[in-house]
C-alpha cells in the first residue's frame, strides 16, 4: 500500500504536471501553471495505563499560478506573455473559483483510481 501510495504521488507531483496541457484558442496557445503542495505526519505514544496508539494524516493542495499565452502569429519571445495569477485580478479570481469547484472532483477520481489498483493488486494475491 505505501508502494502504490508512493508511486501514485511521484506521478502526480512530476515536473511533466507543474505544466498543463496546452489548449489552442485561436491563433494562441494557452499552457496553465500550477503548483503543487504536500505534507504527510505520522505518529505514535503509550498512555500512563499501557495502551498504544497511533495515527497518521496527509493532505495537499494545487494551486494554479500562472497562464503561458502563446501567439501563433507573432514568432520568437515577443510573442510569449505570462500572467500570473496570484494578483487579485479577473482572470485569478475566475480560475480561483473554478480550481475550487474542481478540486472535490479531482479528489475522488484520484480515490477511484488508487482504489481500482488496490482491487487489481488484491485479486493477483
Do not use: W
Not at 27 to 39: S, W
Not at 92 to 99: C, F, G, L, P, R
Not at 112 to 121: D, E, H, P, T
Amino acid at each position: 500500500m505505501v508502494k502504490t501510495t508512493a508511486d501514485e504521488l511521484a506521478r502526480l507531483i512530476s515536473p511533466a504536471n507543474v505544466l498543463g496541457t496546452p489548449i489552442e484558442i485561436g491563433d494562441c496557445v494557452v499552457i496553465p501553471v500550477v503548483e503543487y503542495g504536500l505534507g504527510f505526519g505520522g505518529g505514535g505514544g503509550r498512555s500512563s495505563k499501557g495502551h498504544d496508539g497511533e495515527g497518521g494524516g496527509g493532505g495537499g493542495g494545487i494551486s494554479p499560478v500562472a497562464l503561458v499565452l502563446i501567439s501563433k502569429k507573432t514568432p520568437g519571445p515577443e510573442g510569449v506573455t505570462i500572467y500570473s495569477l496570484r494578483k487579485e485580478g479577473p482572470i485569478a479570481q475566475a480560475i480561483s473559483a473554478v480550481s475550487e469547484k474542481l478540486a472535490p472532483q479531482a479528489i475522488e477520481a484520484i480515490q477511484a483510481m488508487v482504489g481500482r489498483r488496490a482491487g487489481k493488486s488484491g485479486e493477483q494475491g
